[in-house]
């Protein structure tokens, strides 16, 4: 699969046209549940990007990442977590992406679905993730690929 440049301004119009199709999509049903894992963790934002043509709305990988920011409040992380979802949903495979924190800790984490695994372990060097590396405490700062298979029904 060949992947897109990760030059911004690329990526903005690719975003761009992603809003413009109306592919993109803000749900609040999930917003405000408690996800357990080492702890427990709220959901506060989740992006959703149609798929096109033929590609599928069922996930092949799950990446998340956990970390903790080296400054500003858990209100100014969440609001400045804004700032990089054009770069996100530009990217190739991307299918989904939830915000968690911490409730005892205040750590964050992103869950994202996307189209392969390949697609997910691209993402790591990704210009979003690099962005994000940039503001995360290193040792806090960890990250996990699940490959999802189904099972076909005869």
Aim: aromatic share 14%.
């Amino acid at each position: 699969m060949k992947k897109y440049s990760q030059f911004p301004p690329l990526l903005i119009a690719r975003a761009t046209k992603h809003l413009i199709t109306r592919r993109i999509h803000f749900p609040k049903d999930q917003i405000g549940t408690i996800i357990n894992e080492f702890e427990d963790f709220i959901v506060f934002r989740k992006v959703v990007l149609d798929p096109q043509g033929s590609q599928s709305i069922k996930p092949r990988a799950i990446f998340k990442v956990y970390f903790h920011f080296t400054r500003f409040s858990l209100d100014v992380n969440k609001k400045l977590s804004l700032i990089p979802i054009p770069f996100i949903i530009a990217q190739p495979g991307f299918i989904s992406k939830t915000w968690l924190f911490g409730k005892e800790t205040g750590m964050f984490q992103g869950k994202y679905e996307w189209a392969s695994i390949e697609d997910a372990e691209y993402y790591w060097n990704s210009f979003p993730l690099k962005l994000m590396k940039g503001r995360a405490i290193p040792d806090t700062l960890k990250h996990e690929i699940i490959e999802i298979n189904y099972k076909e029904s005869h």
